[in-house]
């Protein structure tokens, strides 16, 4: 399997579901605005998130896949597809039985986590109705975050890249189609998540069944608890919550600081952290999902040669993406925010208060998509405890940044100490990999480092350059000339800094990698 190829084919399609994610964010920022009723759809559609990231894609993924690998490899079809009739059953009606909690105890839950909502009864009612609607969608997520690890594991990343845009299509639709004709035109942005969530697990289905892996359900929640391989999985997912979880407390803690910021701190942040995770998914996503099944392969062959010559591979392609996409983020943030979402409700202040996160976020956006990569080489050998060891860590660490940060920079802060905590996890995961002798850096990183930082800087001047020739806030009435300029300016960008490459040396072939 050539790596470099699946890793085109999935970013390509993860580049449409953030493609259609902006799409969302912008329609979403064009008729709501940033104040205290997108502030309440944004905390309770994190927190459903939250507990999908945390049972679902997170934790659940990090465990099961190299086991499933494990038994794909060593035990056949048979015996895989009976480990995943068991979890599957075991993930859904855990996730269901949360969900229904979540619906009963909202009131309390939004209380501790965004108690600031309070300050407008009408926004904090909207956000429990909004939590409790939107609930039952990680139940919908945990079924979604099983098929995909199991088509991962089959080298099937088509269909799991593209679910997402499923969502993405379905709160576009709320937007522009229901949302005009609500009392509350923000609802239609909660039952869009619950639809876009239906969807997603129908389009899973006819892929699961092409391969012959589509789980069968029992009534029974206990049912395929004595399996040994269900066992094994519960008991590597323990750990896996408490990484997973330090990362989503932290982002809870800064969700519950923002509320008490002022208002629509919580939606600058919102728009922010989305455009941030456009280039973490194009790349550190996407790198991770295909490196996690090659490098579990690679563990039950014993051939750490391989290993970290995997693990090399998706270091300097790492490198190679993640800096100029930083410093774009950095240098662009304005021009970014007000090309997206400036529109409509959303007023000059928001696209200000906007770009200041996004620009804090840029500085740790190595650090954040190093993580995607460098984890997985722990949990390919089922190691999960060192990575939550380390996110234990970090997530004390990014706390008492916020002390410092926060009352001066205020949002921005919180975006900055998440991406300085991030460096710092990253930074850890890289020693503990070099000290077991796990990774062992090929030749030539100097030089390669060395032309990246040429190329990079030439980039940044023409980013730089670019951005100061335009009004972007006054050019709010004409946002073709507005896209145009941008667009023009990242063509630069990219034609100088890959120029610049070439002219170093580099070559395509150069990243071409085959995974067995």
């Known amino acids: 399997m050539n790596l470099l190829r ?49 049972f679902a894609e997170g934790a659940f993924s990090q465990a099961f896949v190299p086991i499933l690998a494990e038994y794909k490899n060593r035990e056949g079809l048979e015996a895989s597809k ?11 009606w855990a996730t269901l039985l949360v969900s229904a909690a979540g619906i009963l105890g909202a009131p309390l839950l939004l209380a501790v986590i ?3 909502l309070k300050q407008d009864s009408g926004a904090f009612d909207a956000a429990v109705w909004m939590t409790r609607l939107m609930f039952p969608y990680i139940a919908c997520m945990s079924f979604v975050a099983m098929a995909g690890g199991i088509l991962n594991t089959w080298r099937q990343f088509k269909i799991p890249a593209f679910t997402p845009v499923l969502l993405n299509l379905s709160m576009i639709s709320g937007s522009l189609f229901l949302a005009p004709y609500l009392e509350q035109p923000v609802y239609a942005q909660a039952i ?35 399996d040994a391989g269900v066992r094994r999985v519960l008991k590597k ?24 910021l002022r208002e629509g701190s919580i939606s600058w942040l919102t728009y922010a952290d989305r455009l941030m995770e456009f280039p973490t998914a194009l790349l550190g996503v996407a790198l991770g999902t295909i490196l996690l099944p090659s490098l579990s392969k690679a563990n039950v062959d014993g ?9 090399d591979w998706g270091l300097r392609l790492t490198l190679l993406l993640a800096i100029p996409a930083a410093v774009g983020l950095a240098v662009l943030a304005l021009p970014l925010i007000a090309t997206l979402f400036h529109y409509g409700h959303f007023s000059d202040e928001a696209a200000r208060m906007s770009a200041r996160p996004l620009v804090a976020y840029a500085v740790g956006l190595i650090g954040i998509i190093l993580v995607k990569t460098l984890a997985p080489a722990f949990y390919a050998k089922q190691d999960i405890r060192t990575p939550v060891k380390i996110a234990v860590g970090v997530l004390i660490t990014t706390q008492l940044m916020n002390l410092v940060f926060v009352p001066f920079l205020e949002v921005a ?104």
């Open 114 to 116: 965004a108690g600031g």
């Open 303 to 311: 051939d750490p040669r391989e290993y970290s010559a995997l693990l």
């Open 192 to 226: 869009a998540v619950f639809v876009g969530g239906l969807l997603q697990v129908a389009i899973q289905v006819p892929a699961l069944v092409n391969i012959g892996m589509l789980p069968r359900l029992s009534i029974n929640p206990l049912a395929g608890l004595r």
């Open 413 to 516: 802060g919180l975006a900055l100490s998440i991406g300085v905590g991030a460096c710092v996890n990253a930074t850890l995961l890289f020693t503990g990999l070099r000290k077991r002798d796990i990774y062992r850096p090929l030749p030539g990183w100097g030089k390669f480092f060395m032309k990246l930082v040429v190329a990079v800087m030439l980039m940044g001047g023409v980013a730089w350059f670019g951005s100061q020739q335009f009004d972007w806030l006054g050019l709010r009435e004409t946002p073709f000339l507005r896209a145009g300029a941008l667009f023009l300016i990242i063509g630069a960008c990219g034609t100088v800094y890959f120029g610049a490459l070439l002219a170093l040396g580099f070559r395509l072939r150069d990243f071409k990698r085959t995974g067995k």
């Open 237 to 260: 997912m323990g750990p896996a919550v408490f990484a997973v979880a330090a990362a989503q407390i932290s982002l809870m803690i800064n969700t519950a600081i923002a509320s008490h």
């Open 6 to 54: 699946t890793l085109a084919a999935v970013s390509s399609m993860t580049m449409l579901s953030r493609v259609t994610g902006l799409l969302r964010e912008s329609l979403f920022a064009r008729a709501f605005g940033a104040g205290a009723y997108t502030d309440a759809f944004n905390v309770a559609f994190r927190i459903p998130n939250l507990l999908r990231r945390l």
């Open 82 to 92: 009976t480990l995943s009739d068991h979890v599957a059953n075991c993930l859904v």
